[in-house]
């Protein structure tokens, strides 16, 4: 039972894909008889990461493959049979076991379909359903995006970077284990690289696999001159050489030298690879070579703990390289490695069934209380379709005439939005009564919109050294309400 087969992951049966306490609580609900009271939850960040501007929303296609494959198996209950209380006793009753045994996923969720460009306190994804239900599903929901949200975010600001220049995603060895691994090179891909070395993304997913060969290639030869024609027997149309496996720039002339050999035979050499050294130095003295030589199609790969701040170095210093192998950096998030995802109770229907109770999660930093309502995301973009403002507002009341966005952070601040201002909803309908509406976009369809959306956004977001915020508020009505609720919960009577 310690190594389950990989191929079980995101795939039936991660029900016990959750934290105990969601299990003890649905038990508590269903005690409590508060099992289907309608409930409304929405999954959000509070911070860019990276310190940046935006994030890419990803994630989704295996929310939606989870939730279309929860139910308990048989196993799972009697796993959970065997948990037991610190007395001693069943944790779990039977009955509530057999509840579980025939329970079917029921819950309404809207989401920001994958690609989307999201910021800061805006839902990413709303679930509305049973109370049990809706609860039950956080943990699963925020490790799934949280993570490729992280991932597909840090390759969206990689692609940044590299602006047209190919990237390949070599993560696989260093990734947070076989499913970090798997995840990032998925998420890699919406985000922006152009292919990854991981065969099982390749046949999991559809992403176009690619890569050179090991210095233990080299080492496992006489000479690199040696290793070099060996592989361009084995790969005459798609050899690429490592060439830093003694000297660097020996390495490019023995590279040139069976290069030519290809030549005679009528192939051409793909690329080289540079792994150590001063890249730029080493990259414009390469390419030098190969001019001369003749082989001005050579492709320079470069690699080495590589992210986007030292691309930007490496352009700015005249690197003439053309393709970026990035492994550590990207599929472990390096300098952020979580983002701070997190999921929120926000309106609960009456007991009488008369109508709403919208909920608060109060804080000591108004940064992080919670935004109660049935949320939609509304942004407002310019005629060239560049997003100007977010406006979040409460789906559940009715949107006076006239439309003001308020910051929720500083109440002075609001925009009155012009009526003619074209604006599209970012939450679309994703399940209904448990079932998939349609079904979701590719991920190379997810991959375009992402490009299409980060290209969309203002450079003044998209920089990486002190992002300029990109305006999100509360219409203003939704703000009002939410301002008399938190006086509310503090004991404070609001006028
Ligand atoms: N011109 C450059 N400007 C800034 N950083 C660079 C430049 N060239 C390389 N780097 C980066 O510097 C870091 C250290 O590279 P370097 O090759 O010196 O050390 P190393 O990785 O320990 O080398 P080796 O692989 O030979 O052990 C890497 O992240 C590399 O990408
Ligand atoms: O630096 P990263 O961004 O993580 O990219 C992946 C690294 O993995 C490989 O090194 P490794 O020493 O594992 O094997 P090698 O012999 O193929 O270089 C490769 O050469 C890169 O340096
Ligand atoms: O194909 C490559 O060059 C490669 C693959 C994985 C890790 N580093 C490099």
Same mark, same amino acid.
């Given at each position: 039972?310690?190594?389950?087969? @990989? ?9 016990? /894909? ?27 960040? !509070? ?14 296609? %295996? ?13 799972? &209950? ?26 079917? =996923? ?14 800061? +306190?805006?839902?990413? &994804? ?6 049990? $239900? ?7 929901? /925020?490790?799934?995006?949280? =993570? $490729?949200? @992280? ?24 990734? $947070? ?20 070395? +991981? ?5 999991? =997913? ?27 027997? #084995? ?44 890249? #730029?130095?080493?990259?414009?003295? #390469?390419?030098?070579?190969? *001019? ?11 690699? *080495? ?29 390096? *300098? ?25 999660? /109060? ?11 049935? @949320? ?11 997003? !100007? ?19 929720? @952070? ?27 509406? $349609? ?11 992402? %490009? ?11 920089? =990486? ?12 009505? &939704? ?17």
């Amino acid at each position: 039972m310690n190594s389950a087969p @990989l191929s079980g992951l995101y795939a039936p049966s991660l029900s016990l /894909l959750t934290d105990l306490y969601q299990l003890t609580m649905a038990y508590g609900y269903w005690q409590q008889g508060l099992q289907d009271r309608e409930a409304v939850f929405h999954l959000y960040f !509070r911070r860019a990461p990276f310190q940046g501007g935006y994030a890419v929303a990803a994630g989704l296609a %295996h929310v939606a493959d989870f939730l279309e494959n929860l139910r308990f198996s048989d196993d799972d &209950l009697t796993y959970l049979a065997s948990l037991r209380s610190a007395k001693g006793a069943p944790l779990f009753p039977a009955d509530f076991l057999a509840y579980l045994k025939t329970m079917e =996923f029921r819950c309404d969720v809207d989401a920001m379909p994958e690609g989307t460009v999201a910021f800061a +306190n805006e839902p990413l &994804l709303r679930v509305r359903g049973p109370l049990l $239900q809706a609860q039950l599903i956080e943990t699963a929901l /925020l490790t799934i995006i949280n =993570f $490729q949200t @992280l991932i597909a975010t840090k390759a969206a600001r990689i692609r940044e970077a590299a602006g047209t220049d190919t990237v390949l995603e070599f993560g696989l060895r260093r990734a $947070q284990g076989p499913d970090g691994g798997l995840s990032a090179s998925r998420a890699a891909y919406l985000g922006g690289v152009d292919a990854t070395s +991981n065969v099982l993304a390749g046949q999991r =997913f559809g992403i176009p696999v690619k890569g050179t060969h090991a210095h233990s290639w080299v080492m496992a030869f006489e000479d690199e001159e040696t290793a070099f024609t060996a592989y361009a027997q #084995a790969f005459p149309d798609d050899s690429v050489f490592l060439v830093d496996t003694y000297d660097t720039l020996e390495g490019v002339r023995h590279a040139i030298k069976v290069a030519r050999t290809m030549r005679a035979n009528g192939h051409e050499l793909g690329g080289i690879r540079l792994d150590s050294g001063d890249l #730029a130095y080493l990259s414009r003295e #390469a390419r030098e070579l190969l *001019n001369e030589a003749g082989f001005p199609g050579v492709r320079i790969v470069a690699s *080495n703990d590589l992210e986007e701040n030292l691309i930007t170095s490496l352009k700015l210093q005249g690197a003439k390289i053309d393709t970026w192998g990035i492994g550590t950096q990207l599929v472990t998030a390096y *300098n952020q490695p979580a983002l701070g995802g997190v999921y929120k109770l926000a309106a609960l229907r009456k007991p009488d069934d008369s109508g709403w109770d919208f909920t608060i999660k /109060l804080s000591e930093q108004l940064a992080k209380t919670s935004t109660p309502g049935i @949320l939609q995301v509304r942004r407002y973009e310019s005629e060239k379709g560049q997003p !100007r403002a977010d406006m979040l507002y409460n789906t559940a009341e009715p949107l006076p005439a006239q439309l003001t966005i308020v910051d929720p @952070l500083d109440a002075t601040r609001r925009r009155a939005v012009r009526p003619e201002t074209a604006f599209r909803e970012l939450l679309e309908p994703v399940f209904r009564q448990g079932q998939l509406v $349609q079904p979701l976009p590719t991920l190379a369809e997810s991959r375009t919109r992402a %490009h299409r959306e980060v290209l969309a956004l203002d450079p003044s977001i998209r920089r =990486f050294l002190n992002p300029h915020t990109y305006p999100v508020g509360l219409e203003e009505t &939704l703000h009002d309400y939410r301002t008399r609720l938190i006086r509310e919960k503090r004991g404070v009577q609001g006028g």
